[in-house]
């Protein structure tokens, strides 16, 4: 691995920014982990869990819902995360149903020989 110093733009070469901060060929990077997505995705997660949060505390007034034959009281942030959860749920299952009819096809066409 290089090292280098730059002081007063003495030192720099093609490729590097200011203050000497490009990777020359020497240089190693780290490359990216299991791990690290990760991490990455849980603090996402954590992001999007706080959003979540203070949406349904500041949605707490009480509506009342109905669906077919039922009824029934429920905050209004509640209620709508139901309504998005139940729409994700319509969502996976057409996709679900769309790939493995995608995956028989293909089976398919790999028994009969052409």
Known sequence: MMIRMVEN???????EG??????GPEEER???TRTGGIWVSVVVAVI??????????????????HFLWLAGNLPLGVAMIFAVLAGALLVALVGTARILQLRRSAKHR???PE
């Open 9 to 15: 733009g003495v030192g720099k070469g093609e490729g």
């Open 18 to 23: 200011v203050g000497g901060a490009g990777h």
């Open 30 to 32: 780290l490359e990216r």
């Open 48 to 65: 999007v869990l706080v959003f979540l949060l203070v949406f349904i505390v500041q949605n707490s007034d009480s509506v009342t819902v």
């Open 110 to 112: 790999l028994r009969k």
